[in-house]
């Protein structure tokens, strides 16, 4: 193969030719604020190559990264597809258990994983039989080897020649309905979102500072951290601890980054932060948001606070990143934009017919990023993947002026009087009262077992209790008087997932 795609050439060692070398590619916000340059990303990530392959771990074999955002990250990341073994990174925040299953179900061959995730995942790994090393981030205990005694003697490796088809890494799905599935992903499709969504609508360009929130195990953060400033020269700011608004806001202040990704959740969470400690010096030109649909009265808020809108957008694991979106320019707070240049979108009824504007279909999406397929799981692979289209699972809205309207995900909508009730609609109602921070809805049945809504609410204020029927009147008030919630329950928080989706199957077991 002459023309090698290995996409660790063009994401990492493109920068040598193109005088980066020296140009800090990484920086970590804690800790010894350690820094690593392009230059020192190719040779490092060169050298895991080696380092692989001298440890008897072969081609399409996987390696499983359950690594903090730290800056040993991104070489095992880029040396993995630079050998040609299928990078697996991990939600760090799952249990021993699911742990388990997903060493097993990946066949993993190699461990690398931070000291501090070492005590949860060391029982799975021991009941794990294909797993032949297991490699520290940190102090190693016995059975296990650190990551520099690894390395040690390592020499830089070339590339091995793939071509864009080629499956370079997994991500497994966050699991918010269930066990997490291992979605295959190729070389070609890191390139793919970087051509659309990174330069078409973010413009990431190379004197940005990206500060993403959002981790690098999930698709969402691999972007916004990982692809796209690589793929521009860029600089990204690391932080392996908790997001708090407190955190975020003192980062955003130290940092001074320019590009800043959230989550829904936590733009809400810090809205009210910065109401009251006051919006913190930072030179931000872009905001993203992506994992589920932002509420208009946050988007608006933000955008008071910080004069910089939120881009909100929609993605997907199995798109790798967003592929519907606001743009820059043409925000429409309350609706998902319209498609990312070089996707195409479709909406469709029960039957895959295609449903006109006002009408509410499945979102269906075209495009180049589109996983191969799930592992092991033939199945779900063909109701999902469908030739050339993915089902997202998601439904929406086309409004007559040609933007998308999230109305809730396929398995929440439920009927009300014969009627399609959108969870999302009635939360977004709810979400705009002052006294309320978030808001999940899902259907309860009544004495007569006919579905209501049902919204499980947490307040900004705890202190200060509000009746039930207020909120009840607020919502037919804004929306209807038949889609309020017939039941309020309020709760200290909401189950989610480590992508900050609301986990409303968890409260459709409670109500």
């Not at 043409?330 to 195409?344: K, L, Q, R």
């Not at 919204?455 to 200060?464: F, G, N």
Request: aromatic residues 8%; charged residues 25%; negative net charge.
């Amino acid at each position: 193969m002459t023309d090698n795609r290995n996409a660790a050439l063009w994401f990492v060692d493109r920068h040598l030719q193109e005088g980066r070398a020296d140009k800090v590619a990484f920086r970590e916000a804690a800790g010894d604020k350690r820094r690593m340059t392009y230059g020192h990303l190719a040779h490092e990530s060169a050298r895991v190559a080696d380092a692989l392959q001298r440890a008897g771990i072969n081609r399409e074999e996987r390696a499983v990264m359950l690594m903090l955002d730290q800056l040993e990250f991104p070489p095992v990341f880029w040396g993995c597809l630079k050998a040609g073994v299928v990078a697996v990174p991990l939600n760090t925040l799952l249990a021993t258990d699911v742990y388990e299953v997903i060493l097993n179900d990946a066949r993993a061959a190699i461990l690398f994983v931070s000291e501090e995730l070492l005590p949860v995942v060391l029982p799975a790994a021991r009941n794990t039989p294909s797993l032949r090393k297991i490699v520290v981030v940190g102090d190693a205990p016995d059975g296990t080897i650190s990551f520099d005694t690894f390395m040690d003697g390592a020499a830089p490796a070339d590339a091995v020649p793939v071509s864009d088809d080629e499956c370079a890494f997994w991500l497994y799905s966050s699991g918010s309905t269930g066990q997490p599935k291992g979605v295959r992903h190729v070389h070609g499709a890191l390139k793919a979102t970087a051509d659309t969504y990174g330069a078409q609508v973010l413009g990431i360009h190379e004197d940005d500072t990206v500060y993403s929130v959002a981790k690098l195990f999930f698709a969402y953060g691999l972007g916004n951290a990982m692809t796209f400033p690589l793929s521009v020269g860029a600089t990204t700011v690391l932080f392996q601890g908790r997001p708090t608004p407190d955190g975020v806001a003192d980062i955003l202040a130290s940092e001074k980054p320019t590009v800043f990704c959230g989550v829904p959740t936590l733009y809400a969470a810090l809205v009210q932060h910065l109401q009251k400690a006051g919006t913190p010096d930072a030179p931000l030109r872009a905001c993203i948001s992506a994992g589920e649909a932002l509420p208009e009265e946050i988007g608006k808020t933000w955008h008071q606070l910080w004069g910089v809108d939120i881009l909100d957008g929609v993605g997907s694991t199995e798109m790798l990143h967003i592929f519907l979106s606001n743009a820059p320019g043409d925000v429409a707070y309350g609706t998902s934009g319209t498609a990312v240049p070089g996707y195409e979108l479709r909406l469709v009824d029960e039957d895959g017919n295609d449903v006109a504007t006002g009408e509410i279909g499945e979102l269906l999406v075209r495009g180049a990023s589109a996983a191969d397929g799930y592992w092991n799981k033939r199945d779900k692979s063909r109701a999902t993947f469908e030739g050339e289209w993915t089902r997202t699972g998601d439904k929406y809205e086309r409004r007559e002026d040609g933007r998308f309207v999230y109305c809730g995900r396929t398995d929440d909508m439920f009927k009300v009087s014969g009627i399609w009730v959108s969870p999302f609609e009635v939360e977004q109602s709810l979400i705009s009262h002052p006294a309320v921070l978030e808001a999940a809805v899902v259907p309860a049945r009544d004495d007569e077992g006919l579905e209501k809504p049902k919204a499980y609410i947490v307040l900004k204020d705890v202190s200060t209790p509000i009746p039930d029927s207020d909120l009840k009147d607020y919502v037919k008030e804004k929306i209807g008087k038949w889609k309020y919630p017939r039941w309020i329950e309020f709760v200290e928080d909401l189950p989610k997932t480590a992508t900050g989706k609301i986990q409303r199957f968890k409260l459709r077991e409670l109500a």
